[in-house]
């Protein structure tokens, strides 16, 4: 059966694992053609041959979202290659957490340059597209952390959620005429996420927290949802968390 996914072209930053692999494998086995990025290329390799074993069509180019050149090189390789570009899902991101008195200004750097430049490098490689063609859609990765404060030790990482939320709708707000643009706010979900926390006690309480974790695609299917709507409906915000998460 045809749906609104089929052949659309859609870019994934942090197609690597966790979220942005099930997502694109998702996409995938309903008929998008999908254009990963990430740095591990061995993973980008396989997830590749594994969408095209099942039949389906995926390409990957080598991105660090904190470098804007690349970006526009992965965004621009989906334009050159398939003529078009449907949907940009601006998903990378890191979640190292500490108390602020840990002072991890490094760290601090990390999230916002992944986290939050990240996602406005995706948005000015794919707006000139979507304007050109007067369509187009943004789904940004924000988190539960995006809509209450991640506590204890995430609030940098909070800080740069609520960011990535206010861009969205502040995008909307400007381009919403003929661009879609979605923020998707996951609870935990489970993927490598978690392992980015060096802080002893923090990983502890992430480690706890996680127990609950939901499957990544949970989250691919509610992306799938933004995505499947005709072009006049525009679904703005989604939280999907764990049934049994506060
Ligand atoms: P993973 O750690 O499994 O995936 C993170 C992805 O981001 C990887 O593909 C990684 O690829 C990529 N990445 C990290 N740094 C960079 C970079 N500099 N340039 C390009 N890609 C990068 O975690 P998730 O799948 O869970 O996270 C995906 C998104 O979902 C994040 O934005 C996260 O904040 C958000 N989220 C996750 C939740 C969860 O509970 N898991 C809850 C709420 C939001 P590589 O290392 O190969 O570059």
């Known amino acids: 059966m045809e749906n609104n996914i089929k052949d659309k072209v859609i870019v994934i930053t942090g197609a690597s694992s966790g979220l942005g692999e099930a997502t694109a494998k998702y ?14 290329e061995s993973k980008l390799k396989s997830i590749v041959a594994e969408i095209s074993i099942l039949g389906g069509t995926a390409i990957y180019e080598l991105t660090d979202v904190t470098n804007k050149a690349e970006v526009k090189r992965l965004v621009d390789k989906a334009v050159s290659t398939y003529g ?13 957490i ?30 000139p597209f979507f304007e050109k063609q007067q369509s187009g859609h943004f789904i940004n990765m924000g988190s539960v952390a995006g809509v209450k404060v991640f506590s204890p030790g995430g609030t940098v990482y909070s800080g740069a959620k609520f960011a990535v939320r206010a861009i ?10 003929s661009i ?9 979900v489970d993927s490598e996420l978690k392992l980015g926390t060096s802080h002893s006690e923090s990983a502890k309480y992430v480690n706890e927290f996680y127990k609950q974790a ?33």
């Open 98 to 127: 500490a108390p602020m008195s840990e002072t991890r200004t490094d760290e601090w750097d990390s999230i916002i340059d992944i986290n939050i430049k990240g996602v406005l490098y995706g948005i000015a490689a794919a707006l």
């Open 27 to 40: 996409l995938a086995a309903k008929g998008a053609i999908v254009v990963l990025g990430a740095r591990r």
């Open 84 to 96: 078009r570009l449907d949907v940009m899902i601006n998903n990378a991101g890191i979640m190292p």
């Open 180 to 188: 879609r643009t979605t923020t998707i706010e996951p609870g935990s």
């Open 214 to 246: 939901i499957p990544a695609e949970s989250v691919a299917r509610a992306i799938a949802f933004a995505i499947e709507q005709p072009a006049d409906v525009d679904i703005n915000e989604i939280v999907v968390r764990p049934t049994m998460q506060d």
């Open 168 to 177: 969205s709708e502040g995008l909307r707000q400007e381009v919403g005429k």
